[in-house]
């Protein structure tokens, strides 16, 4: 896999005021020594408690930040400054607060004229992200999901080759993040490298293909959820969903309503299947890796 973005001991310390002496500063909390690329086309999740330093680190990614020890490097291994990286790397913040009464259209074309862009990428990324319907409306007139996409509109005005994404569903109901999810997929389907910052951890499920845990500022697991969930030990029993009337069988199972039952611990076998006598198997696998748990192991359950 083609690499697009790669850091290697980077650091970034915030100033916080020196309690001994006064009027000064000294470093606090931030990333730290921190190793990491992106693929082309990769769904990277990030995931962290309050705290953990994924805003800073997209933000060092995407050239808002400074790096105070190591570097940043592009797709041919040069190293890169701030500047550069503003250019190649798209940053949607957490929040953005659009108002007004101008439309989409006319504020993506101002943010590309700003921006050196060009105005002939202003329609195609207002229908990268699905805002043709809305894109004469004014901006007080569109609803959450819509300025989401809005902000990931102007994240995507200079083409970058990284996306960062920074708690993009908040504030957003199920249908509009089933929605920003499709227009993610999308982008990584053409080769875009999305980094998605999250607390809504059940969102990342089935969506990206790695996760990033980070705590106190340091990279301390990566991998798909499934190998991590092994590596740390976590339980992960089989699962096996059946229709019908409650299956008489030695283990735990648990009432899903409408006639139907999860059955937990064992992995599918003849005995087994002999003691469902006929009954409609609906599902069969693995429980799904719960991220709150990967994190909680993974930190060893301690709160910021």
Not at 95 to 118: H, I, N, S, Y
Not at 150 to 164: C, R
Not at 230 to 241: A, C, F, I
Not at 261 to 290: F, Y
Request: with cysteine.
């Amino acid at each position: 896999m083609q690499v697009t973005l790669q850091l290697e001991g980077v650091t970034f310390r915030h100033l916080v005021p020196d309690r001994e002496r006064r009027f000064r500063r000294k470093p606090g909390p931030g990333i730290h020594d921190l190793d990491l690329s992106l693929g082309e086309g990769e769904l990277v999740g990030l995931v962290g408690r309050n705290g953990a330093g994924k805003s800073t680190l997209l933000k060092v990614m995407a050239g808002i930040l400074p790096v105070h020890h190591g570097v940043v490097l592009d797709k041919k291994g040069t190293a890169q400054p701030p500047e550069a990286l503003r250019r190649m790397v798209g940053h949607m913040p957490e929040q953005v607060r659009w108002q007004g009464k101008r439309t989409p259209l006319a504020m993506l074309q101002e943010l590309a004229v700003m921006d050196g862009g060009r105005l002939d990428l202003v329609e195609g990324a207002i229908r990268l992200v699905g805002l043709q319907e809305q894109m004469h409306l004014p901006m007080d007139a569109l609803s959450q999901g819509m300025r989401q996409r809005l902000t990931l509109a102007s994240a995507m005005l200079g083409s970058p080759d990284v996306l960062l994404l920074d708690e993009p569903y908040n504030g957003l109901d199920p249908a509009a993040a089933r929605s920003l999810t499709r227009v993610l997929t999308r982008l990584a389907q053409r080769g875009v490298s999305v980094v998605i910052s999250s607390h809504h951890l059940h969102q990342l499920e089935g969506v990206v293909n790695r996760l990033l845990l980070l705590d106190r500022g340091r990279l301390i697991a990566q991998g798909p959820a499934d190998r991590l969930s092994d590596d740390l030990g976590l339980e992960r029993p089989w699962e096996t969903v059946v229709e019908g009337e409650r299956p008489e069988v030695d283990y735990e199972v648990e009432d899903l309503g409408q006639m139907r039952w999860c059955i937990r611990g064992p992995r599918m076998s003849p005995d087994l299947l002999t003691a469902l006598g006929g009954r409609e198997i609906i599902q069969h696998g693995r429980r799904k890796v719960n991220l709150a748990d990967l994190l909680d192991r993974a930190t060893g359950g301690e709160e910021e």
